[in-house]
């Protein structure tokens, strides 16, 4: 896909959030937000994955370590051929497969349960030994939040990871600053993540995480990495795109009203209009 066509479906992905928050009542719309275009370049350009075989034993995995996060996750599967998008409108309800955090019990193509924080990025390394010792050539991505840095579990795995130089493994941050307190230095500031991730033998990234190009590029150079494994410092805005919710801390974990619901979608409605013209 070109810039243009991911910048679209990107979009949709955030129309997929807002649909689904706002018929759920309840739900985390602003990292979803945040992680659209990563989302979008691992579904639709980076991973090997195939909808029609999500149980692929050769597929390419991602654990969403921020489970909350999942409203991205979803409308970005739906688009990528999962599931129908109208789906998105189930999200939380009771007997959907689409649980206010991931069940890979309920969800095919969902490739781990995720939802307390800290626990997926250990499951994602398991993964990677796991791919190493039977001579796979998948690779598996983990996002995790900055927020969810403050997690000692996420530093005993990271020594794990880089002490077995799992190449096959690649680290998201989400990084837009924002947690459920308040700004992430001043709940429990993980600055500098670079350098800490560097201290436990981490090739570091960092880049604008809603910038094609350079995730693209950032997921080339993990790929050719060879000896550790790799993480992206994603630098992000929370609740980007949605004029209220942008580096709006409120918008962590609560549902927009109908009033609210109208105005994110005619924001994102421009956004098509715009990029429909760009393709004029």
Known sequence: MNNLELKK?????????????????AGHPGGSLSSAEIFTELYFEEMHINPEKP?????????????????????AMALRGYFPIEEMKTLRHLGSRLQGHPSMALLPGVDMSTGSLGQGFSAAIGMAL?????????RVYSLLGDGELQEGE???AAMFAGNQKLD??????????LQID????????????????EAFKFHVIEIDGHDFD????????????????????????KGKDVSFMENAVGWHGKAPNEEQYKVAMADLARIDEKLAKEEA
């Open 168 to 177: 096959n493994l690649c680290a998201i941050i989400d990084n837009n600053d």
């Open 55 to 75: 149980c692929d034993p050769d597929r390419d995995r991602l654990v969403l370590s921020k489970g909350h996060a999942c409203p991205g996750m979803y409308a």
């Open 130 to 138: 796991a791919g190493r010792l039977d001579r796979k050539s998948y």
């Open 154 to 156: 996420i530093w005993e």
């Open 214 to 237: 350079q995730l693209r590029a950032a997921f080339k150079e993990a790929r050719e990495t060879k000896g550790q494994p790799t993480v992206i410092i994603a630098h992000t805005v």
């Open 9 to 25: 479906t990107a979009n949709k992905v955030r129309e997929g959030i807002i649909t689904g928050v706002y018929s759920a009542k």
């Open 182 to 197: 308040g700004r992430v230095e001043d709940v429990n500031d993980p600055n500098p993540i670079g350098q800490k991730f």
